[in-house]
């Protein structure tokens, strides 16, 4: 019987590039895709462009736990719309695939005054960090790397967006010893045939991350 794998994806902060690594993930795994939390354009979300982008016979959209309307963190916007978000709620869906998580904004981004977006990660779970390049880059990826280790999250890869910068890289990776698994380009604009690109061009790496972390 094969593993099934959860995966988490999240990152250094918002608008990093969360979504577009989940549907290569979900395209190179064909895995299930899930994200518990829609903070915001609800016309679009991100379980409908992951959707758009991706194209196999095997991945299945979940619904999203929480839809909200305002473009917040998930406290603010449940907060307007007079709704408590319940951590125990948050149950993944049962599949027999794989399955990509898809978390909002960064590791620290509150649901409540008690819970936050990393309460969401079980001991299961693998976690991929999304570093974008931009100045403070290495210290809010130092800092969500420290984190995911102190709440005992060890399975962990790294994917960077952006123009290779070999000084940023080299020092994140020199303090945290974690594996890339790949690197997203700064592209025009993306499609089906682009996140397939990606998608075959990573796989080899995720599948042996994955094994790697058995």
Same mark, same amino acid.
């Given at each position: ?118 309460? !969401?990660?079980?001991? +299961? =779970?693998?976690? $991929?960090?999304?570093?974008?390049? /931009? ?5 809010? #990826?130092? *800092? ?39 690197? !997203?380009?700064?592209? +025009? =604009?993306?499609? $089906?045939?682009?996140?397939?690109? /990606? ?5 080899? #790496?995720? *599948? ?7």
């Amino acid at each position: 019987m094969k593993e099934i794998h959860k995966i988490f994806i999240t990152g250094i902060g918002t608008e990093v590039g969360k979504t577009i690594v989940s549907a290569i993930f979900a395209q190179a795994l064909k895995a299930d895709y899930w994200k518990p939390i829609q903070c915001g354009d609800l016309q679009n979300s991100d379980t409908k462009k992951v959707s758009s982008m991706i194209q196999n016979e095997k991945s299945r959209f979940h619904p999203e736990t929480y839809r909200l309307h305002h473009p917040l963190s998930p406290h603010a916007a449940a907060r307007l719309e007079n709704i408590t978000l319940k951590k125990e709620k948050i149950q993944a869906p049962s599949t027999s695939n794989h399955l990509i998580i898809e978390g909002a904004g960064g590791l620290l981004v509150p649901l409540s005054e008690r819970y936050t977006i990393a309460d !969401l990660i079980q001991t +299961d =779970y693998k976690v $991929i960090l999304v570093s974008r390049h /931009y100045l403070g880059s290495i210290n809010h #990826t130092l *800092l969500s790397l420290n984190y995911l280790k102190e709440i005992n999250i060890a399975k962990i890869g790294l994917i960077f967006n952006g123009k290779a910068q070999s000084s940023t890289e080299n020092i994140i990776r020199e303090h945290c010893k974690f594996p890339l698994i790949g690197r !997203l380009n700064e592209e +025009d =604009y993306l499609n $089906i045939t682009i996140i397939k690109n /990606y998608a075959n061009i990573w796989q080899k #790496t995720i *599948l042996k991350w994955l094994e790697n972390q058995s």
